[in-house]
Every structure is written in structure tokens, then in C-alpha cells.
């Protein structure tokens, strides 16, 4: 059995998992279950790990994986996801579904460090839990979606690593802080916070090895926002 808090901070792991690709921070964490102190959320996060309900990833920041949810929580997530499924089969009838996964475009790599040149093309084609697209907000459209392949290490304070497939949602404006997929000079994408600054935009990473750039806003293009990120083992 869990504890109300326990309960509490395992549904907001969950649901930032499915909206941001990465869990909220332990600051967030405080402030959203009004608790004084971290150690509070240290002690709810071993609780959660001993219990088999979550996973701490060594030596990666804010790296932690749901291994599972309360049964309450399972079967409601499991009425949601089916009414997602059936809006979506709705919109795109012939889009592949198999046990709550959805089929997207891999469009190759993308740095998280210098920006590199944009790829345009699918080369593949890979397999995302529903759960990281639909999150708890309703129905989509898979069309809205796409996968790139992460090169470099400049996010790794966000939790995104080299090698990470990283789940967009296609959009051409971002709210500041938001981790975008920006298109330099209409050839080079790069996964960066973005932020405004005095008129001109901002590519900030999550590595203090790295620099923040700056560019006219005329030159940066916003391609999509973070939904998820996927890892290999």
C-alpha cells in the first residue's frame, strides 16, 4: 500500500514523464505536494524505489523510469487510453496502433550540442507508448508527431543523453523555458530551451560546458516542442 503522498508524487512523475519527456525537479516536487524540505521527497522517492514502483537511473539527473502504477491508476489510465485510441482511429484510420503503441517518423539525429544539419526525410520508422503523446489531455493525431535521434551531450542536465530518441510534437511557437527543435538558418536543427531575450532569441543548453547562443529572430525557425524521450538500455 502506498501513502496519499506516495500516491501523489508518483501520478506527477507520471504525468510529467508524458508531458515533458523528463520528471519534475525536487523543487517542483516540494512545491507540488507542499512539503518544507527535499528530504521529504527523498524519503517518498525510496519509498516509491522499495516498493517496486519506480526506478533511479545512476548517474544521470533527474533520471527516473515508472516501473508501474497503482492498480486504481492503471485502470483508469487504461479507460483513457482507450478513448484516446478510439478519437485517433477516428482522425487516422490508417495509422498503425499495436498494444497502445503508435508508429512515427524517424527523421535521423539532431544535436544536442553545435546545431547540425537538418534532416528532412524519414529513414525509419520507430514504436511510441500512446502514453507519451496522449498524456492525460485527450485525443491527438499521431500526424502531429515525430522522432529524432539525439547527438551530443549539451541537454544532459535535462535527463537527455546521447543516443535518446527524443518525441516531438510539430509547432511553430514555444512558450519560453520550453525545449524546442529549432531550424538555424533554414539548414541546421538543434534541442535547446528557448528563450527571449530583448528581442532576439536564445538556444540555452542544459550542459555548463556549453555556451547559450544567440540569434536574430529572423533566422530561427521553432519546429517542434519536446513531448517524451525514449532510451535504450
Known sequence: MLT??????????????????????FDEMKEALGLRSKSGIHRLITGLEERGFI????????????????ESAERKDDRGLRRD?????????????????VTLPLYGRIAAGTPIEAISDPRDQVEVPVSLLAGTKGSFAAEDYYVLEISG??????????G?????????????????????DAQEATLKY???????IAL?????????????????????KLAGIIRKY
Open 4 to 25: 496519499r503522498k506516495q500516491k501523489e508524487l508518483l501520478i506527477l512523475i507520471r504525468d510529467r514523464l508524458a508531458r515533458d519527456g523528463i520528471p519534475p525537479s
Open 55 to 70: 526506478k533511479r537511473l545512476p548517474h544521470r539527473a533527474r533520471a527516473l523510469e515508472i516501473l508501474r502504477l497503482p
Open 85 to 101: 485510441l478510439s478519437c485517433f482511429a477516428a482522425e487516422m484510420p490508417g495509422t498503425k496502433i499495436s498494444s497502445y503503441n
Open 194 to 200: 528557448l528563450e527571449r531575450r530583448g528581442g532576439r
Open 153 to 162: 551531450d549539451s541537454m544532459i542536465e535535462a535527463g537527455i543523453m546521447d
Open 204 to 224: 540555452k543548453p542544459a550542459n555548463q560546458r556549453y555556451e547559450t547562443q544567440i540569434y536574430e529572430p529572423q533566422r530561427v525557425k521553432i519546429q517542434g
Open 164 to 184: 535518446d530518441r527524443a518525441i516531438i510534437r510539430r509547432a511553430d511557437t514555444a512558450d519560453d523555458g520550453s525545449i524546442v527543435v529549432a531550424l538555424v
